[in-house]
């Protein structure tokens, strides 16, 4: 069996795009297997953000959310697995919606994660990506939620630390904004955060291999991307026990995640704690593994608690900055219905002027 036969040609949610109308214009780039943030061996795509620098698009749906910056396309798709959705967004500019595990079929999608992967949209607004969830689930357009009353956690821990200046400034000043306007940010601790690496990083890797085949996976060392060599080799020997017990884990995490949330509509934090940086300074593979490690510390407990969760652009931040909203399991609605008050609010991000590409 060969890695096409693991993928189907098409796709339901392809399927779906289609009858719904839109025009598939193309693929775009990516990170080998989805699995990270950068590739050390393949081209990465230029964020539009500078035309000057080549700086870091996100990922591992980086072509995705560079094409839609660079006004390519009307909107665009990928896949989150840790971040891989809402990453790119918030280093492109973008609005990026991850979907609640399962909510729509991930047939026709390489399978990084049978257990974590989801499918996610690129959009320029909030409203953009509530209409296209409406016309692909077939239910109203979420409307704006009401600002006064809504309350929304602020973890205490992980999610605010060692964050870049310029991440701390347009984070703090947005959520002032918000403060102002009548939301209610109330500190929460989330100690169940630091578990990422236990459970994530393994549940992960396996899951990989296992689609591969650990006899696959060796004999291909030689064309695989370090980054993703390095990620999984050590996962070689990792016991059927040893899944089972980081699987179980995961499972009562989302639990507790739930009744953390409890009289919460959502959390808020930094999708990111840096700005888009320049490519130049990671490209050995030590350097890109440490900015994988660090980029996706806000995002991948999200997909390890089985949230749904979004981030917002932040307007007038210098260098793209994205403020990340999770809610619970299958309040994908309420999500983008909170996305769209905090956005008119907020306001828009400008598209990057492109003629310093021309």
């Known amino acids: 069996m060969g890695i096409s036969d693991l993928v189907e040609a098409e796709g339901e949610f392809v399927g779906r795009l289609k009858r719904a109308g839109c025009v598939i214009l193309g693929k775009t780039r990516m990170t080998e297997f989805a699995f990270g943030l950068v590739n050390v061996v393949h081209p990465t795509p230029w964020n539009p953000c500078d035309p000057r620098v080549h700086r870091m698009p996100g990922g591992s749906s980086s072509g995705s959310a560079a094409a839609l910056a660079a006004g390519l396309c009307g909107f665009s798709i990928g896949s989150d697995t840790g971040g891989s959705v809402r990453h790119p967004a918030a280093m492109c500019g973008l609005f990026g919606y991850k979907s609640t595990f399962g909510l729509w079929p991930t047939d026709g999608t390489f399978p990084l994660s049978?257990?974590?992967?989801?499918?996610?949209?690129?959009?320029?607004?909030?409203?953009?990506?509530?209409?296209?969830?409406?016309?692909?689930?077939?239910?109203?357009?979420?409307?704006?939620?009401?600002?006064?009353?809504?309350?929304?956690?602020?973890?205490?821990?992980?999610?605010?630390?060692?964050?870049?200046?310029?991440?701390?400034?347009?984070?703090?000043?947005?959520?002032?904004?918000?403060?102002?306007?009548?939301?209610?940010?109330?500190?929460?601790?989330?100690?169940?955060?630091?578990?990422?690496?236990?459970?994530?990083?393994?549940?992960?890797?396996?899951?990989?291999?296992?689609?591969?085949?650990?006899?696959?996976?060796?004999?291909?060392?030689?064309?695989?991307?370090?980054?993703?060599?390095?990620?999984?080799?050590?996962?070689?020997?990792?016991?059927?026990?040893?899944?089972?017990?980081?699987?179980?884990?995961?499972?009562?995490?989302?639990?507790?995640?739930?009744?953390?949330?409890?009289?919460?509509?959502?959390?808020?934090?930094?999708?990111?704690?840096?700005?888009?940086?320049?490519?130049?300074?990671?490209?050995?593979?030590?350097?890109?593994?440490?900015w994988i490690r660090r980029g996706t510390r806000n995002t991948r407990p999200g997909n390890m608690f089985g949230q749904c969760g979004v981030s917002l652009p932040i307007p007038d931040s210098g260098l793209p900055v994205g403020l990340q909203v999770m809610c619970g399991p299958g309040e994908d609605e309420k999500l983008l219905s909170i996305s769209r008050a905090l956005e008119g609010l907020l306001g828009h991000r400008a598209r990057p002027d492109m003629t310093g590409f021309l």
Not at 150 to 171: I, K, M, Q, W
Not at 195 to 206: Q, R
Not at 223 to 250: G, K, S
Request: glycine letters at 6%; a negative charge.
């Open 114 to 290: 049978t257990t974590l992967d989801s499918i996610g949209t690129f959009t320029d607004s909030a409203q953009d990506a509530a209409l296209a969830f409406a016309v692909l689930t077939a239910r109203p357009v979420p409307r704006a939620w009401l600002l006064k009353g809504l309350r929304l956690g602020r973890p205490t821990n992980h999610y605010f630390e060692d964050l870049s200046p310029e991440v701390s400034a347009a984070t703090e000043g947005a959520l002032r904004v918000l403060g102002d306007a009548g939301v209610e940010i109330v500190p929460i601790e989330v100690p169940e955060a630091a578990e990422i690496d236990a459970v994530f990083g393994p549940m992960v890797s396996v899951e990989l291999l296992a689609t591969l085949g650990p006899e696959r996976f060796v004999a291909a060392r030689e064309i695989l991307d370090p980054i993703v060599w390095n990620r999984a080799e050590p996962l070689l020997r990792y016991t059927a026990v040893e899944y089972l017990q980081r699987r179980r884990r995961q499972q009562a995490l989302c639990r507790i995640a739930r009744e953390r949330m409890d009289g919460l509509d959502g959390w808020i934090t930094p999708t990111t704690p840096d700005a888009p940086l320049p490519l130049a300074d990671h490209r050995t593979p030590e350097k890109a593994a440490a």
